[in-house]
């Protein structure tokens, strides 16, 4: 997710309360999750575990919750709760929008598109030309549909990311900046469900048809000409080449699951 204009490391360090290691005016362009972090973002890293690859990444901003040598040409913000400071920033920088009617005024809509009685096109939602988007669809914020799309009924296109961090009285919900991008020609059945990106996007390529009672996870990248049976269920960030047939009840695990152009995957199997 890229913010709108630079902010300064001082500037963001003062948002969270914070303190940071770094000249204060470090450049800071957005914030993102570690597998898609590119020069400018924040990334958070609350394990030591995973210290390590936060600290090599793309990220050049670090969000974590100690102190440790800052790496050359980057900058660290120091965090007791860097799982909680990363969702300030997202309630920040993206906030949730309150939306009274059924299509949103900043909603821009393509010619010769169809939309069919009582479904919900969100704030900033943009939708190609020629698409039919049937009844009772929920198109959530800042989605992105391109030409000819197909949406059958009761679809979900932007639900918020399973991701969860567990506390000793319960679950906090890592909130979800990101969206869905849906590219031409791409067919959705009835009952599908598509989750938008943590902080970037899940992608539906041009071409994919997807068939009805698909769930498909957070960050999620599905190539062109993909073809996807009912009740199919695939986890977060999870990418899926060109022209892969999966056939109905496959599900498959979290991760970055490479199933390559042309590849048939039968029921139940998990990668």
């Known amino acids: ?3 709108t204009k630079a902010y300064s490391l001082k500037e963001i360090a ?8 770094g000249n204060e005016n470090f450049e800071v362009l957005g914030m993102n999750e570690i597998h898609v972090v ?9 394990h030591p575990k995973y210290y390590d690859k936060a600290l090599n990444s793309a990220a050049t901003i670090v969000l974590i919750n100690k102190k440790v040598d800052c790496p050359e040409g980057k900058a660290l913000l120091i965090s007791e709760d860097p799982f909680s400071d990363f969702n300030k920033l ?10 009274g009617v059924a299509i949103s005024p900043s909603a821009i809509i393509g010619e010769g598109t169809v939309i069919q009685p009582n479904s919900f096109i969100g704030n900033g939602v943009v939708i190609g030309k020629n698409c039919l988007i049937h009844s009772n669809v929920s198109i959530y914020d800042h989605t992105v549909l391109g030409d000819n799309v197909i949406i ?3 679809t979900i296109l932007g639900a918020d990311a399973f991701y969860y961090k567990k506390r000793p ?7 979800s900046g990101g969206r869905v991008v849906i590219k031409d020609n791409v067919g959705i059945g009835a ?10 996007d899940t992608t539906i390529g041009e071409g994919t048809k ?5 769930h498909v996870g957070h960050d999620t990248v599905i190539g062109k000409k993909c073809l996807i049976a009912s009740q199919t269920g695939i986890a977060g960030c999870v990418i899926i080449e060109d022209e892969v047939t999966i056939w109905g009840q496959v599900g498959t695990t979290s991760g970055n699951h490479y199933w390559r152009k042309s590849s048939f995957i039968r029921s139940n199997w998990s990668n």
């Open 38 to 46: 590119e020069k400018g973002d924040i990334v958070f890293v609350d």
């Open 152 to 154: 059958h009924a009761g």
């Open 90 to 99: 997202t309630q920040y920088f993206k906030p949730f929008q309150f939306s």
């Open 14 to 21: 003062t948002l969270l309360n914070c303190e940071f290691v």
């Open 191 to 200: 009952l599908c469900t598509i989750d938008k990106g943590v902080t970037g």
């Open 169 to 175: 009285n319960g679950f906090d919900q890592l909130l």
């Open 1 to 3: 997710m890229k913010f």
């Open 210 to 214: 997807i068939d009805n009672q698909v």
